[in-house]
């Protein structure tokens, strides 16, 4: 089996992604996966008395070819695909762990501009109003303004996080080693957006429906809430670029607050 890693921005396209490369036969594109928790879980323990009551190098060894040989199990069980795309927003910040046991791992990592991803969460939480499930607090009076909930959903889970992980693999120059893929390229123009993933894969060319997108593998969606939501459209559609507009209207300063995605990723303000 050959493992390769969906490691993305919230709201950017990445079930649409794999949802659009599980129609390959060859591929088997996951669901949020739970293999990197399962990884975790074992490296929590590296610390354990019986871990180092042994030599080290032999024990980072053994850890090591662990955490290789879960992945193949844990696929060895769901799929005979030849090649994996394991999705889950973790893997990129966790780089170089990854590289131990998967050798010069392919992660793609899908982006789109923060102003339509700060408008997604504004417009998923306008519509579950029904619902408790808003960063709102009227008693404290904690983000009851649309510009006050995008300066909290920058700063805090899931988008908070991934911009600094995000962040952090530029700085730490490994930015190179990973095919950003922009939303917007996916969305309109998808045969070149496609034709790119396929060449950084290093795979042969797949000619994918984007007339008939349908989701082939379960993911109980409820278990997300709301704004975790992975729904997918069954027709490609194109994207509207400035549509954030008729949601956050006019608030500035975004730009100012995370200025370096805007220039890395080029979006135009």
């Keep these: 089996m050959k493992l390769f890693f969906n490691s993305s921005m919230p ?7 794999q949802v659009i490369l599980h129609q390959n036969p060859q591929i088997y594109a996951s669901p949020t996966s739970p293999l990197l ?38 696929y060895a069980a769901i799929t005979d695909r030849p090649y994996v795309i394991d999705k889950n927003r973790g893997w990129s910040h966790y780089w170089e762990w990854v ?68 962040r952090d693999l530029i700085e730490r120059k490994l930015a190179n080693k990973v095919m950003f893929l922009k939303y917007e390229d996916l969305c309109n123009q998808p045969v070149l957006a496609m034709r790119a993933v396929y060449q950084y894969l290093e795979l042969p060319y797949f000619e994918h429906n984007f007339n008939q997108i349908e989701k082939k593998v379960f993911e109980n969606d409820t278990l997300f809430g709301p704004y ?10 194109q994207q509207d670029t400035q549509s954030w ?7 500035t300063g975004i730009k100012e607050l995370v200025p370096w995605y805007f220039e890395y990723f080029q979006y135009e303000v």
């Design 11 to 17: 709201r950017s396209g990445s079930e649409l992604l």
């Design 37 to 74: 928790e399962y990884q975790f879980g074992a490296r929590s323990n590296f610390e354990l008395s019986e871990v180092q009551a042994q030599e080290p190098t032999l024990m980072t060894s053994a850890f090591i070819k662990m955490c290789r040989g879960m992945a193949d199990s844990y």
């Design 99 to 166: 590289n131990a046991w998967n050798p010069n791992p392919k992660m793609i990592c899908t982006v789109r501009d923060l102003r339509s991803i700060l408008a997604s969460f504004e417009r998923i939480y306008r519509e579950n109003r029904h619902s408790p499930v808003g960063p709102d607090n009227p008693r404290e009076l904690r983000n009851m303004t649309v510009a006050d909930r995008v300066q909290y959903w920058l700063g805090t889970q899931p988008i908070g996080l991934a911009l600094q992980r995000t």
């Design 228 to 237: 975790g939501s992975h729904s997918i459209r069954p027709v490609l559609q």
């Design 245 to 251: 507009r008729t949601i956050l209207g006019d608030i």
